[in-house]
């Protein structure tokens, strides 16, 4: 017979061990602190652009205490948890989104390693497990941008190519069943656009002797259109932002890259 | 997708869940892992193929070549521009560059226009426009999400007393409907049906926290969460939200959970109160926004509502007008007729909200449901509506009153009459027309001592004296006293410097009350006086006497004895005037001589305590029988005296 005793212990327990924690949901408040860091951080930051030397804000490292909470949420709760694979993710987005690509490459075996613990519980391909397997060549695509607007002339179309042909070879490997839905999950959307813009930069980079225009904007639109929904190509084809009534927020972006590539023939 | 386990079960995995919270914590951060939050697209290249020939030329013409040599770059640019295409790209973006920045334009960047009109607008639009999603990391199906959302709420509101709170059987009766209503019977599949448990969850806990020691076994919130769940499937989740929004949403479910429920047929589950709630708010919603959208009228309003409901028989509550609830049918009588008043009178207009509008709804559906087989129908509630309606507007029309009251002043004594009213639902089911002219009467009478400091309360008071002693005599109800016109005539009296000067406010307050305690002992003669137009006249005559005493002896209790005195006098031997034997000028003339010749035998037997008994009998005496009245000298005048003194 159950001890009346072991449920009024079990809550004394609890009691106790949440007398010494913030709030009662210690962890889940931590990830809301590094996610609002990560914003505000992240809204001050320069995306790199042409021509430009890493900004000294970036060079003094822009989400250093983004960075600084992830390591104490590591330290605290255990690295092996499935979201510490989401913050080590995002510790690797936030050094390619800065331009640092030297970091980005130091943490790209932790990067892979997180990997397995980000798919779904129903083996969908969040955007985190998504990044994670295309983070390699988001890396090497970034650092070439990086790269141009330091004015290293070695950065050639093939640089942009290789990432480019990389992302859209492994998004081809998701499988269909795997795939979120696009109002659900846009990782596979940013990635997919991603790619399109090194397409683009391979483009512009192409001496003479690159695949041509017209392919790699054929290899884009094959690359993007899987990760949109037909709602979305049909808005495309539309002309995006000019139809009546859509609101894409957070998906507009991919929308209207899309449209900009079907008007390229 | 329906909850797949019975509510008990729900509630006990709650329990369960706030048991081990550290669990819960697991959960939740695998949940925050998985929201979306922004990341920037890599930067798309310069147009270079697009912008060749332009950065070519540039640097062809004279002002370009200067500034390749100023720069000491003229080799180098000539290497590039021997092959620009050939070039790298680095080089390609440079001088791209440093052609916009030469020719001070902008460089054309490949892909679609620069960023959306979203980036224009506001900071969380323009974030709105980075973020990207992600499909969660564990699998929750919507019933875990809803022990979830339940379980952290319950910890965020009731803290180290969640678990308690899920274990009262009174509370946890509160949860589960709350649970059932909004998610047992509907989809808990998207996130709105998530914020709307939660923010209603929210408010119970913090409802009952609050008032621990009164919750019933069978509070009303259950109609109150019933009727928004019946709005969900209506006018959809955001109506719903918008209500539980609006400040004051709390204090109503805490009104609502502490009201007892004296007939469970009338709260729970199919009873009769909840489509009256989910009618009523509809109404609302759909056709008076103003009211819909001013939180302390709409929960005023809801808070009558329920109050009238646990007072009532559910046969009266059930009955319908025109296929809408009676309650309802009473609510959209009061707001038509409150809109049609507010169209002619500005000041009603902008007090007509709030407290003033649930004061109005309460007043009639008081005298609805106290005589419901009379005014049970449509047209009789449109009267009853009109008549209250139209007499509390008349109180911001009346010159007397809004010349020298505020109009919160106004606003605080029309409340308190209102409560009043509902006070004396009886008087103003059997005869509207009476008891609001009445009530403007009333205020007409008191509005120079309101001005002078009496409180919105003791105006409520004094109606409500008035109410009870002038339906006492049932006379004064039937035959048609000028009530109004009387009291709007002492209220002119009462006003006079002279009088004034001789009454505090409290005191002026119990006139009016003296002067309708005479008017009842003989209302046949005052109605005889109002068709001859005799009241203002006699009125003026009387206060104007009183009002010149030259003893000091009528002021405060004395004045209002002999005020109500002398005017049950003037009734008793009304004949005289109503027959032009005597009239109000000799009326006032007699009672200032009487007062003149008191004066000159102060000491001689005369007091405040028989003053009055003096001027009645004079009174009396002189409409019996009318004398010349020439001067306090004069023969007939003194023997007149002489009798009078005789009887004191």
Same mark, same amino acid.
């Given at each position: 017979?159950?001890?009346?005793?072991?449920?009024?212990?079990?809550?004394?327990?609890?009691?106790?061990?949440?007398?010494?924690?913030?709030?009662?949901?210690?962890?889940?408040?931590?990830?809301?602190?590094?996610?609002?860091?990560?914003?505000?951080?992240?809204?001050?930051?320069?995306?790199?652009?042409?021509?430009?030397?890493?900004?000294?804000?970036?060079?003094?490292?822009?989400?250093?205490?983004?960075?600084?909470?992830?390591?104490?949420?590591?330290?605290?709760?255990?690295?092996?948890?499935?979201? /510490?694979?989401?913050?080590?993710?995002?510790?690797?987005?936030?050094?390619?989104?800065?331009?640092?690509?030297?970091?980005?490459?130091?943490?790209?075996?932790?990067?892979? %390693?997180?990997?397995?613990?980000?798919?779904?519980?129903?083996?969908?391909?969040?955007?985190?497990?998504?990044?994670?397997?295309?983070?390699?060549?988001?890396?090497?695509?970034?650092?070439?941008?990086?790269?141009?607007?330091?004015?290293?002339?070695?950065v050639s179309d093939n640089d942009f190519l290789k990432a480019a042909d990389g992302i859209r070879g492994k998004l081809a490997r998701i499988k269909p069943e795997a795939r979120a839905l696009a109002d659900v999950d846009s990782g596979g959307a940013y990635l997919a656009t991603s790619a399109v813009i090194f397409y683009m930069w391979a483009d512009q980079a192409d001496r003479g002797n690159g695949p041509g225009t017209a392919a790699l904007v054929a290899k884009s639109r094959e690359v993007l259109a899987p990760w949109l929904s037909p709602a979305e190509?049909?808005?495309?084809?539309?002309?995006?932002?000019?139809?009546?009534?859509?609101?894409?927020?957070?998906?507009?972006?991919?929308?209207?890259?899309? /449209?900009?590539?079907?008007?390229?023939? | 997708?329906?909850?797949?386990?019975?509510?008990?079960?729900?509630?006990?995995?709650?329990?369960?869940?706030?048991?081990?919270?550290?669990?819960?914590?697991?959960?939740?951060?695998?949940?925050?892992?998985?929201?979306?939050?922004?990341?920037?697209?890599?930067?798309?290249?310069?147009?270079?193929?697009?912008?060749?020939?332009?950065?070519? %030329?540039?640097?062809?013409?004279?002002?370009?070549?200067?500034?390749?040599?100023?720069?000491?770059?003229?080799?180098?640019?000539?290497?590039?521009?021997?092959?620009?295409?050939?070039?790298?790209?680095?080089?390609?973006?440079?001088?791209?560059?440093?052609?916009?920045?030469?020719?001070?334009?902008?460089?054309?960047?490949?892909?679609?226009?620069?960023?959306?009109?979203?980036?224009?607008?506001?900071?969380?639009?323009?974030?709105?426009?980075?973020?990207?999603?992600?499909?969660?990391?564990?699998?929750?199906?919507?019933?875990?999400?809803?022990?979830?959302?339940?379980?952290?709420?319950?910890?965020e509101v009731g803290g180290a007393n969640a678990g308690l709170f899920l274990s009262n059987p009174k509370t946890q009766a509160v949860v589960s409907t709350l649970i059932d209503e909004f998610a047992g019977k509907r989809d808990f599949d998207d996130d709105s049906s998530e914020m709307l448990l939660k923010s209603m969850l929210r408010s119970v806990v913090v409802a009952a926290m609050e008032h621990p020691e009164v919750l019933p076994d069978r509070p009303a919130v259950s109609a109150l969460l019933g009727a928004l769940t019946d709005l969900r499937e209506?006018?959809?989740?955001?109506?719903?939200?918008?209500?539980?929004?609006?400040?004051?949403?709390?204090?109503?479910?805490?009104?609502?959970?502490?009201?007892?429920?004296?007939?469970?047929?009338?709260?729970?589950?199919?009873?009769?109160?909840?489509?009256?709630?989910?009618?009523?708010?509809?109404?609302?919603?759909?056709?008076?926004?103003?009211?819909?959208?001013?939180?302390?009228?709409?929960?005023?309003?809801?808070?009558?509502?329920?109050?009238?409901?646990?007072?009532?028989?559910?046969?009266?509550?059930?009955?319908?007008?025109?296929?809408?609830?009676?309650?309802?049918?009473?609510?959209?009588?009061?707001?038509?007729?409150?809109?049609?008043?507010?169209?002619?009178?500005?000041?009603?207009?902008?007090?007509?909200?709030?407290?003033?509008?649930?004061?109005?709804?309460?007043?009639?559906?008081?005298?609805?449901?106290?005589?419901?087989?009379?005014?049970?129908?449509?047209?009789?509630?449109?009267?009853?509506?009109?008549?209250?309606?139209?007499?509390?507007?008349?109180?911001?029309?009346?010159?007397?009153?809004?010349?020298?009251?505020?109009?919160?002043?106004?606003?605080?004594?029309?409340?308190?009459?209102?409560?009043?009213?509902?006070?004396?639902?009886?008087?103003?089911?059997?005869?509207?027309?009476?008891?609001?002219?009445?009530?403007?009467?009333?205020?007409?009478?008191?509005?120079?001592?309101?001005?002078?400091?009496?409180?919105?309360?003791?105006?409520?008071?004094?109606?409500?004296?008035?109410?009870?002693? /002038?339906?006492?005599?049932?006379?004064?109800?039937?035959?048609?006293?000028?009530?109004?016109?009387?009291?709007?005539?002492?209220?002119?009296?009462?006003?006079? %410097?002279?009088?004034?000067?001789?009454?505090?406010?409290?005191?002026?307050?119990?006139?009016?009350?003296?002067?309708?305690?005479?008017?009842?002992?003989?209302?046949?003669?005052?109605?005889?006086?109002?068709?001859?137009?005799?009241?203002?006249?006699?009125?003026?005559?009387?206060?104007?006497?009183?009002?010149?005493?030259?003893?000091?002896?009528?002021?405060?209790?004395?004045?209002?004895?002999?005020?109500? /005195?002398?005017?049950?006098?003037?009734?008793?031997?009304?004949?005289?005037?109503?027959?032009?034997?005597?009239?109000?000028?000799?009326?006032? %003339?007699?009672?200032?001589?009487?007062?003149?010749?008191?004066?000159?035998?102060?000491?001689?037997?005369?007091?405040?305590?028989?003053?009055?008994?003096?001027?009645?009998?004079?009174?009396?005496?002189?409409?019996?029988?009318?004398?010349?009245?020439?001067?306090?000298?004069?023969?007939?005048?003194?023997?007149?005296?002489?009798?009078?003194?005789?009887?004191?």
């Amino acid at each position: 017979m159950k001890s009346r005793s072991l449920p009024l212990l079990l809550s004394a327990l609890a009691v106790l061990l949440l007398a010494n924690c913030s709030t009662f949901v210690a962890k889940t408040y931590q990830l809301e602190q590094i996610h609002e860091m990560y914003t505000t951080e992240w809204a001050k930051v320069e995306v790199p652009k042409p021509s430009s030397s890493p900004t000294a804000a970036q060079a003094r490292n822009p989400f250093g205490a983004t960075l600084q909470a992830i390591r104490n949420y590591k330290a605290r709760y255990g690295a092996d948890t499935r979201e /510490a694979a989401h913050l080590t993710v995002l510790e690797g987005m936030i050094h390619v989104q800065s331009g640092a690509a030297g970091m980005a490459r130091l943490l790209e075996p932790e990067v892979l %390693k997180a990997k397995d613990r980000l798919k779904s519980s129903g083996g969908v391909a969040t955007r985190d497990y998504l990044f994670a397997e295309c983070y390699p060549e988001l890396v090497d695509g970034w650092s070439a941008v990086v790269g141009v607007n330091a004015g290293d002339t070695s950065v050639s179309d093939n640089d942009f190519l290789k990432a480019a042909d990389g992302i859209r070879g492994k998004l081809a490997r998701i499988k269909p069943e795997a795939r979120a839905l696009a109002d659900v999950d846009s990782g596979g959307a940013y990635l997919a656009t991603s790619a399109v813009i090194f397409y683009m930069w391979a483009d512009q980079a192409d001496r003479g002797n690159g695949p041509g225009t017209a392919a790699l904007v054929a290899k884009s639109r094959e690359v993007l259109a899987p990760w949109l929904s037909p709602a979305e190509i049909a808005a495309a084809k539309n002309g995006s932002s000019n139809s009546p009534g859509m609101n894409w927020g957070s998906r507009e972006r991919y929308v209207d890259w899309y /449209a900009f590539l079907l008007k390229q023939g | 997708m329906s909850l797949a386990v019975a509510i008990p079960v729900a509630i006990s995995a709650i329990q369960a869940l706030l048991k081990y919270r550290g669990k819960v914590d697991e959960i939740l951060a695998l949940k925050e892992a998985s929201q979306e939050i922004p990341f920037h697209l890599p930067p798309a290249p310069v147009n270079f193929k697009e912008q060749r020939k332009d950065v070519l %030329k540039f640097f062809a013409s004279d002002e370009g070549r200067l500034a390749l040599e100023l720069r000491g770059e003229t080799a180098e640019y000539n290497a590039f521009a021997a092959d620009a295409l050939g070039a790298s790209l680095a080089m390609k973006t440079k001088y791209v560059q440093l052609y916009c920045d030469l020719s001070d334009t902008s460089p054309v960047v490949v892909g679609p226009e620069a960023e959306a009109r979203s980036v224009k607008a506001s900071s969380k639009m323009r974030l709105s426009y980075y973020v990207v999603a992600s499909h969660r990391l564990s699998r929750n199906p919507a019933l875990t999400r809803l022990l979830l959302a339940s379980a952290d709420t319950l910890l965020e509101v009731g803290g180290a007393n969640a678990g308690l709170f899920l274990s009262n059987p009174k509370t946890q009766a509160v949860v589960s409907t709350l649970i059932d209503e909004f998610a047992g019977k509907r989809d808990f599949d998207d996130d709105s049906s998530e914020m709307l448990l939660k923010s209603m969850l929210r408010s119970v806990v913090v409802a009952a926290m609050e008032h621990p020691e009164v919750l019933p076994d069978r509070p009303a919130v259950s109609a109150l969460l019933g009727a928004l769940t019946d709005l969900r499937e209506a006018k959809g989740d955001d109506f719903v939200a918008s209500i539980m929004t609006m400040p004051g949403f709390q204090g109503l479910v805490g009104s609502y959970l502490t009201k007892i429920v004296e007939d469970p047929a009338l709260m729970e589950g199919a009873g009769e109160f909840r489509p009256i709630l989910s009618a009523t708010l509809k109404d609302l919603g759909e056709n008076f926004e103003k009211v819909f959208k001013d939180p302390k009228a709409l929960f005023g309003v809801l808070e009558v509502a329920v109050t009238a409901a646990t007072g009532q028989a559910p046969a009266i509550l059930a009955r319908e007008i025109n296929g809408k609830p009676l309650m309802s049918a009473v609510l959209l009588a009061v707001l038509k007729e409150v809109e049609t008043q507010g169209s002619q009178n500005k000041l009603f207009k902008s007090a007509a909200n709030g407290e003033l509008l649930s004061g109005l709804y309460q007043a009639t559906l008081g005298a609805v449901t106290a005589n419901a087989g009379a005014l049970a129908d449509e047209a009789k509630i449109n009267v009853l509506t009109a008549t209250l309606i139209s007499s509390v507007a008349g109180v911001f029309a009346k010159k007397e009153l809004s010349d020298v009251l505020s109009r919160q002043t106004l606003l605080d004594v029309a409340a308190k009459s209102l409560e009043v009213l509902s006070a004396n639902s009886g008087a103003l089911a059997r005869n509207s027309a009476f008891t609001t002219a009445l009530l403007a009467g009333v205020l007409s009478a008191g509005a120079s001592a309101i001005e002078d400091g009496l409180s919105a309360d003791d105006v409520a008071h004094v109606l409500d004296t008035a109410i009870v002693t /002038a339906t006492a005599n049932l006379a004064s109800v039937t035959i048609p006293v000028p009530l109004e016109s009387l009291l709007t005539a002492l209220g002119g009296q009462l006003s006079e %410097k002279g009088v004034r000067s001789l009454l505090q406010p409290e005191s002026r307050a119990d006139v009016i009350i003296s002067t309708l305690h005479a008017v009842s002992q003989n209302p046949k003669v005052w109605s005889q006086f109002g068709k001859a137009d005799l009241v203002e006249p006699l009125m003026t005559a009387v206060f104007a006497g009183l009002a010149s005493d030259p003893t000091s002896l009528l002021t405060g209790p004395v004045m209002v004895e002999a005020a109500q /005195a002398v005017l049950e006098a003037t009734a008793r031997r009304g004949w005289a005037l109503l027959n032009d034997k005597a009239n109000a000028d000799d009326l006032s %003339k007699l009672i200032k001589m009487g007062l003149k010749m008191l004066d000159t035998e102060l000491g001689q037997g005369v007091d405040a305590r028989n003053v009055p008994t003096y001027l009645t009998s004079l009174v009396e005496a002189y409409l019996e029988e009318p004398i010349e009245l020439a001067s306090i000298a004069a023969k007939a005048f003194r023997d007149l005296h002489a009798e009078t003194m005789k009887l004191i």
